[in-house]
C-alpha cells in the first residue's frame, strides 16, 4: 500500500506545472518610410502593470504555474520602438530628442481560468503611447487579444513565442496607426 500511496504521489507531481520565466523579445511588422526625415527621437517606456505576473496557466497547480518575465519589459519595449522609428527615418540618441515617446505596457496577459487542467488560454496586450513635438502631443492606445486552445501544458518556449507574437502585434498596431502618421507628418 505504501508503494501505491508513492507512486500515485510522484505521478501527481509530475503534473504539476513549475513557474515559467519568458524573455520578451518583440518584433513589429514596420513598413519603412521617410516620416522622420532624420529628426532625432527620444524613446521611453515603463511596466505600468500593478501585476508583473502574465498569469497561470491554470490546472489544478495554478498556484504553482506562473509566467513571469525574466528580462527588462521597459528596455524591450523601448528597443522595439526605437527600431521601428528609425525605419521611419527617426535617428535615435541625437541630443534630448525633437520628437519624444513615451510607451507604456498596461496589460500583458497569459492565463488559463482552466482549474482542472490546461486547455484553454486567455492572451491580451495593451500599449498606451504618448508622442510630444514641441507644444503638441499625441495619445494612441493599442491593443491586441486572443485565445489558444491546447490538449496539454504548453512548454515554456510555446508561452514565449505567443507572448512575444501578442506584443509584436499590438506594436505592429502603433505603426500601423494612420493618425499617428499624420501627427508626425503635420508636425516637422
Known amino acids: 500500500?505504501?508503494?501505491?500511496?508513492?507512486?500515485?504521489?510522484?505521478?501527481?507531481?509530475?503534473?504539476?506545472?513549475?513557474?515559467?520565466?519568458?524573455?520578451?523579445?518583440?518584433?513589429?511588422?514596420?513598413?519603412?518610410?521617410?516620416?522622420?526625415?532624420?529628426?532625432?527621437?527620444?524613446?521611453?517606456?515603463?511596466?505600468?502593470?500593478?501585476?508583473?505576473?502574465?498569469?497561470?496557466?491554470?490546472?489544478?497547480?495554478?498556484?504553482?504555474?506562473?509566467?513571469?518575465?525574466?528580462?527588462?519589459?521597459?528596455?524591450?519595449?523601448?528597443?522595439?520602438?526605437?527600431?521601428?522609428?528609425?525605419?521611419?527615418?527617426?535617428?535615435?540618441g541625437a541630443g534630448s530628442g525633437q520628437v519624444q515617446v513615451h510607451a507604456e505596457l498596461v496589460k500583458l496577459g497569459y492565463h488559463s481560468p482552466d482549474k482542472v487542467y490546461t486547455s484553454n488560454i486567455d492572451k491580451e496586450c495593451e500599449v498606451r503611447v504618448q508622442v510630444r513635438i514641441g507644444g503638441a502631443t499625441y495619445n494612441g492606445n493599442y491593443r491586441s487579444s486572443g485565445d489558444e486552445r491546447l490538449l496539454v501544458a504548453p512548454s515554456a518556449a510555446k508561452v514565449q513565442h505567443s507572448i512575444n507574437e501578442l506584443l509584436s502585434s499590438t506594436l505592429t498596431n502603433v505603426f500601423a496607426d494612420e493618425k499617428l502618421q499624420a501627427f508626425l507628418l503635420e508636425h516637422r
Do not use: H
Open 1 to 92: 500500500m505504501k508503494k501505491l500511496v508513492c507512486l500515485l504521489a510522484i505521478l501527481l507531481a509530475g503534473c504539476a506545472n513549475s513557474p515559467l520565466q519568458i524573455s520578451l523579445k518583440p518584433s513589429a511588422n514596420v513598413a519603412p518610410e521617410n516620416i522622420g526625415m532624420g529628426r532625432p527621437i527620444m524613446v521611453s517606456a515603463t511596466d505600468a502593470r500593478a501585476d508583473k505576473s502574465l498569469g497561470s496557466l491554470g490546472g489544478v497547480y495554478a498556484d504553482t504555474s506562473s509566467v513571469t518575465i525574466k528580462n527588462s519589459v521597459s528596455q524591450a519595449l523601448e528597443e522595439e520602438l526605437s527600431r521601428g522609428f528609425e525605419l521611419w527615418g527617426f535617428s535615435e
